[in-house]
């Protein structure tokens, strides 16, 4: 099978400062006992949004924690009548909180999702009438054993804990779930361990979740940290691991390895390793890059040792309840943990960006074009077309919206800044190849034709369409959306009940697609107002109620 034959068939499968105060306002001033995700985020699974933030530096508290403040009031909308539960669902979130191995210098900070950050997204969650005792922070990764005695993510994350109410898990607290050796059957479901079957996983058939991780009254979050790592970027699809029990988590160990540390054998799939081969064979025929690198499905560095690390990672993916998949990159790093490029060293870079949606695999492909990388000479990304968890691996096929004061816009992908973090990814330091140790995984790939950014829907808006507005009624700002099916100048006008002329939302050229403007009506009176979509050829005009 060609590489493009290949594409086509799996994809048959399946600035804080800058953030406006009355957008904070408008979030909290809602009520409900309900709760759903912005309901333009909802209707578009398949985009990615990106959020530019303002941090000076990796040190700048105050930017850190307002970034993550307003998109915690942005990211959710209460209601009385639907969504789950507001008071009693569980917030299980996943941050990267592995054990640094480091001191207290602010140099560690690259390596965890930044404290600042999730301290303030869960303030800002905890306005909209969360509470700190529904939610819970977890890391099943070593938190400390012998090869890292002292954590520093908990002396950071500890102090947010106690000062949110946030229950954070300290495996070396009560029972420690990360020893090696501990009997799996010791751990109380539901409390300690949430299971998970999978029928069909290619290596798992059963996995065991740090709860209340993938609990049915839970709601997930994943936070992950834009960073390089030897398996690509540890990003929304790698970060996730952390959320499994030892020794399930154990990726880059092999399977003996993780059955001889305890791993039940009824939990694996009897033939896993007949159909990681056929699959590796599979991808490699196909022309997945680097699946050349010598050596066996044991040895996570080699192409079939990574198509057994990236077939546990689709495993656990599939066994998981979507939620949100967020990458803080407001600072990046690239090398791998604290080694890298740079006089031996990982260095931290500015990025200033929060990428997030719904599906981990293309907010991943996006995050890896914004690193430098091309997201096609992925096999992770590969591999997830293929079982289905993602349809496009092309970046430039992805809708991609700016997150603006929480109103998205949609953008051009090569209008964002990219910053370069490098790997040691499957290095081609084999078959008389010399490539550095730390590199980019940059070469041309082929994704076949494309003649447009399609939709998150599948396919590209066939007529022009002005959307109601939500919320409505509303106080004091609502979302309009409206949608092209090919580049167009666009009028967005805002009249009173009078017919008056009140406000121009947006009178110039837009590309194709979902659109959505953000009207502030702050100071308007209450009542009866109509908003208007103009295009050549084209008009509709819907009714909308302001009640202060």
Same mark, same amino acid.
């Given at each position: 099978?060609?590489?493009?034959?290949?594409?086509?068939?799996?994809?048959?499968?399946?600035?804080?400062?800058? %953030?406006?105060?009355?957008?904070? &306002?408008?979030?909290?001033?809602?009520?409900?006992?309900?709760?759903?995700? #912005?309901?333009?985020?909802?209707?578009?699974?398949?985009?990615?949004?990106?959020?530019?933030?303002?941090?000076?530096?990796?040190?700048?508290? =105050?930017?850190?924690?307002?970034?993550?403040?307003?998109?915690?009031?942005?990211?959710?909308?209460?209601?009385?009548?639907?969504?789950?539960?507001? =008071?009693?669902?569980?917030?299980?979130?996943?941050?990267? !909180?592995?054990?640094?191995?480091?001191?207290?210098?602010?140099?560690?900070?690259?390596?965890?999702?930044?404290?600042?950050?999730?301290?303030?997204?869960?303030?800002?969650?905890?306005?909209?009438?969360?509470?700190?005792?529904?939610?819970?922070?977890?890391?099943?990764?070593?938190?400390?054993?012998?090869?890292?005695?002292?954590?520093?993510?908990?002396?950071?994350?500890?102090?947010?804990?106690?000062?949110?109410?946030?229950? $954070?898990?300290?495996?070396?607290?009560?029972?420690?779930? @990360?020893?090696?050796?501990?009997?799996?059957?010791?751990?109380?479901?539901?409390?300690?361990?949430?299971?998970?079957?999978?029928?069909?996983?290619?290596?798992?058939?059963?996995?065991?979740?740090?709860?209340?991780?993938?609990?049915?009254?839970?709601?997930?979050?994943?936070?992950?940290?834009?960073?390089? #790592?030897? *398996?690509?970027?540890?990003?929304?699809?790698?970060?996730? /691991?952390?959320?499994?029990?030892?020794?399930?988590?154990?990726?880059?160990?092999?399977?003996?390895?993780?059955? /001889?540390?305890?791993?039940?054998?009824?939990?694996?799939?009897?033939?896993?390793?007949?159909?990681?081969?056929?699959?590796?064979?599979?991808?490699?025929?196909?022309?997945?890059?680097?699946?050349?690198?010598?050596?066996?499905?044991?040895?996570?560095?080699?192409?079939?040792?990574?198509?057994?690390?990236?077939?546990? @990672?689709?495993?656990? #993916?599939?066994?998981?309840?979507?939620? %949100? #998949?967020?990458?803080?990159?407001?600072?990046?790093?690239?090398?791998?943990?604290?080694?890298?490029?740079?006089?031996?060293? =990982? *260095?931290? &870079?500015?990025?200033?960006?929060?990428?997030?949606? !719904?599906?981990? &695999?293309?907010?991943? @492909?996006?995050?890896?074009?914004?690193?430098?990388?091309?997201?096609?000479?992925?096999?992770?990304?590969?591999?997830? *077309?293929?079982?289905? !968890?993602?349809?496009?691996?092309?970046?430039?096929?992805?809708?991609?919206?700016?997150?603006?004061?929480?109103?998205?816009? $949609?953008?051009?992908?090569?209008?964002?800044?990219?910053?370069?973090?490098?790997?040691?990814?499957?290095?081609?330091?084999?078959?008389?190849?010399?490539?550095?140790?730390?590199? +980019? +995984?940059?070469?041309?790939?082929?994704?076949?034709?494309?003649?447009?950014?399609?939709?998150?829907?599948?396919?590209?808006?066939?007529?022009?369409?002005?959307?109601?507005?939500?919320?409505?009624? &509303?106080?004091?700002?609502?979302?309009?959306?409206?949608?092209?099916?090919?580049?167009?100048?666009?009028?967005?006008?805002?009249?009173?009940?009078?017919?008056?002329?009140?406000?121009? $939302?947006?009178?110039?050229?837009?590309?194709?697609?979902?659109?959505?403007?953000?009207?502030?009506?702050?100071?308007?009176?209450?009542?009866?107002?109509?908003?208007? +979509?103009?295009?050549?050829?084209?008009?509709?005009?819907?009714? *909308?109620? !302001?009640?202060?």
């Amino acid at each position: 099978m060609k590489r493009r034959d290949f594409l086509a068939s799996a994809g048959a499968l399946g600035a804080a400062s800058a %953030l406006a105060p009355q957008v904070v &306002f408008a979030r909290v001033a809602q009520s409900g006992q309900y709760f759903a995700v #912005h309901p333009f985020v909802a209707a578009h699974p398949g985009a990615v949004f990106i959020v530019r933030t303002a941090a000076a530096s990796i040190v700048d508290t =105050a930017a850190k924690y307002a970034a993550g403040l307003a998109l915690g009031q942005q990211l959710f909308v209460l209601s009385e009548t639907g969504g789950m539960p507001l =008071a009693s669902t569980k917030i299980a979130m996943k941050p990267n !909180l592995t054990c640094l191995g480091g001191d207290a210098t602010n140099d560690r900070l690259g390596i965890v999702t930044d404290p600042d950050f999730v301290e303030g997204f869960i303030d800002g969650m905890k306005s909209l009438g969360f509470q700190g005792s529904q939610m819970y922070m977890r890391e099943g990764n070593h938190l400390r054993d012998a090869y890292c005695p002292t954590n520093q993510a908990l002396a950071w994350y500890n102090p947010i804990a106690a000062r949110t109410g946030v229950h $954070l898990l300290d495996f070396d607290s009560g029972r420690d779930m @990360t020893a090696r050796g501990v009997a799996r059957a010791n751990l109380a479901e539901g409390t300690e361990v949430i299971w998970r079957d999978l029928p069909d996983g290619v290596i798992y058939r059963r996995v065991g979740y740090v709860a209340p991780i993938n609990a049915p009254d839970a709601f997930n979050i994943n936070l992950a940290k834009f960073k390089a #790592h030897g *398996m690509g970027m540890t990003l929304c699809g790698k970060n996730w /691991q952390g959320t499994n029990i030892n020794p399930y988590l154990h990726y880059c160990s092999s399977v003996p390895q993780q059955i /001889q540390d305890g791993l039940p054998t009824a939990h694996l799939n009897p033939n896993y390793r007949t159909d990681v081969e056929a699959l590796y064979q599979r991808h490699l025929q196909a022309g997945v890059p680097r699946w050349d690198r010598p050596g066996n499905i044991d040895n996570w560095n080699s192409g079939a040792g990574m198509e057994t690390w990236c077939q546990k @990672t689709l495993d656990n #993916h599939a066994a998981s309840t979507t939620g %949100l #998949h967020i990458i803080e990159g407001i600072y990046g790093r690239d090398g791998n943990w604290m080694d890298g490029p740079h006089d031996g060293k =990982a *260095m931290d &870079f500015m990025t200033n960006l929060i990428i997030f949606g !719904l599906n981990p &695999f293309k907010v991943d @492909t996006v995050g890896y074009w914004l690193s430098g990388h091309e997201p096609g000479n992925v096999g992770l990304l590969h591999a997830a *077309m293929d079982r289905g !968890l993602t349809d496009r691996i092309n970046p430039h096929a992805i809708p991609v919206y700016l997150w603006e004061n929480g109103a998205p816009q $949609l953008v051009s992908l090569d209008s964002l800044e990219r910053t370069p973090l490098v790997t040691y990814y499957l290095q081609r330091n084999y078959g008389g190849q010399t490539e550095p140790k730390w590199h +980019l +995984l940059n070469e041309p790939f082929d994704y076949g034709p494309i003649t447009a950014v399609a939709s998150d829907l599948g396919t590209q808006p066939q007529i022009e369409a002005l959307g109601q507005n939500y919320p409505n009624p &509303f106080n004091p700002t609502t979302t309009i959306q409206f949608s092209l099916p090919r580049d167009s100048q666009v009028r967005v006008e805002i009249y009173n009940s009078a017919g008056q002329l009140t406000e121009v $939302l947006v009178d110039g050229w837009r590309p194709a697609g979902v659109h959505a403007l953000q009207w502030d009506a702050r100071g308007r009176a209450s009542g009866t107002y109509f908003y208007r +979509l103009l295009t050549p050829g084209f008009q509709e005009t819907r009714k *909308m109620l !302001l009640v202060h």
